[in-house]
Every structure is written in C-alpha cells, then in structure tokens.
T-cell receptor, first 113, second 113 residues
Framework: AQSVTQPDIHITVSEGASLELRCNYSYGATPYLFWYVQSPGQGLQLLLKYFSGDTLVQGIKGFEAEFKRSQSSFNLRKPSVHWSDAAEYFCAVPTYTGNQFYFGTGTSLTVIP | DVKVTQSSRYLVKRTGEKVFLECVQDMDHENMFWYRQDPGLGLRLIYF???????EKGDIPEGYSVSREKKERFSLILESASTNQTSMYLC????????????FGSGTRLTVV
C-alpha cells in the first residue's frame, strides 16, 4: 500500500542554518510527491511537487526537494532558514486511484534566533 | 488564485448539538474533502466528494455526515457533537485529481464542551 513516513516529529534549527526534512515513501511505481507547509493556525499550502524528470525540484519560499528512487526518499531542503519558516511540514503522495492523498504525520519546525 | 473558504475560524459548541461546518471553493473544482487534524495523528480523511450529490466515506466517517448540493459547497455535519470531536477541521479541493495538488481552506478549530 502507498504510504509516506516522516521520521522526525520535531526539528529545531538556528536562523540562517540549513534545513533538511526527511520523507520516505512506499509506492508501487514512480510516485507523484508533494510537500505542504502549515503555518500556525492556518491551512496547508503547497510548497512543491515532483511528477517526473529532473529529480531536484524547486518550490516557493526558497525550498527545494530531491527525489531519490534508490532510497525511496523525497527530502525537503532549504540552504538558510528564516524565522518565518517555523511551521509544520507535510509530505504527501496520491493514492493509486489518484483522487486522494496519503499525508505523513508532519514535522514541526522551530527556528531559534 | 483559487480560494477555499471555511465559514468559521473558531467555533464552540455544546455536547449533543448539531454542528454545520461550511466550505466553499470558487474555481469549479470537482473534488472536495474534509479532514480533521489532531496532534500526533496528522490529517485524517473524514469524507470526500467527486461531484455534486456524491459522497464517499474516508477513514474516520463515524459521527459525521456531509452534503454537497452545489458544486462549490461542501458541508460537514456533526450530527450530535461530542467532546472527542474537538479538533481542527480542514477543507480542501482539487480540480479532478490529487496530482493537481489540493487547495486548503484556513481551517475551523472546533471546541465541543
């Protein structure tokens, strides 16, 4: 069955430091993969998505993610974190029918000055 | 931009009340979804709809029902609210498949007392 796993429940980084959030997927074929961000008290916003082709995808707010088939991973990265990046981040993969998502349980990011 | 509007940001209701959560989208999306979000549990799908007057159960439909009389509006109904339904409720829509990505509303934080 399809699934996504986000191994880190909570991460704390210093402002200006680099960031990597992990996402591992289980899928029978090459999946579509998504990252969403949820600021406190808000709904989720799409950060970026991977369909095919270039395995490094760029998103909004300076984020990028790399698809690695050999590791079944789609990790989210940012070279220099800003205080406004403090939020919860969700990795997601569509179901085989393509009509819904499986969401990871999320990683909460705290940014310290 | 596509907008998904949830009518209330915060609601406080009493146990046993019938509660209506409203969601409206303005971009002619076919598919609409209701999730609840709880700490440590991530997003869990309650109900979804692929078309007017159509509805499908998600992973946790017990205690909920939905209505989709018009394409743009998808209502979640708590038939008899209970304290374990205190949660953040998120509505989402997509054109006609998850590969397009979801657009989320800002959420409704419901407290049942």
């Amino acid at each position: 069955a399809q699934s996504v796993t986000q191994p880190d429940i909570h991460i704390t980084v210093s402002e200006g430091a680099s960031l990597e959030l992990r996402c591992n997927y289980s899928y029978g074929a090459t999946p579509y993969l998504f990252w969403y961000v949820q600021s406190p008290g808000q709904g989720l916003q799409l950060l970026l998505k991977y369909f095919s082709g270039d395995t490094l995808v760029q998103g909004i707010k300076g984020f990028e993610a790399e698809f690695k088939r050999s590791q079944s991973s789609f990790n989210l990265r940012k070279p220099s974190v800003h205080w406004s990046d403090a939020a919860e981040y969700f990795c997601a993969v569509p179901t085989y029918t393509g009509n819904q998502f499986y969401f990871g349980t999320g990683t909460s990011l705290t940014v310290i000055p | 931009d596509v907008k998904v509007t949830q009518s209330s940001r915060y609601l406080v209701k009493r146990t046993g009340e019938k509660v209506f959560l409203e969601c409206v989208q303005d971009m002619d999306h076919e598919n609409m979804f209701w999730y609840r979000q709880d700490p440590g549990l991530g997003l869990r799908l309650i109900y979804f709809s692929y078309d007017v007057k159509m509805k499908e159960k998600g992973d946790i439909p017990e205690g909920y029902s939905v209505s989709r009389e018009k394409k743009e509006r998808f209502s979640l109904i708590l038939e008899s609210a209970s304290t374990n339904q205190t949660s953040m409720y998120l509505c989402a829509s997509t054109l006609n498949g998850a590969h397009h990505g979801y657009t989320f509303g800002s959420g409704t934080r419901l407290t049942v007392v």
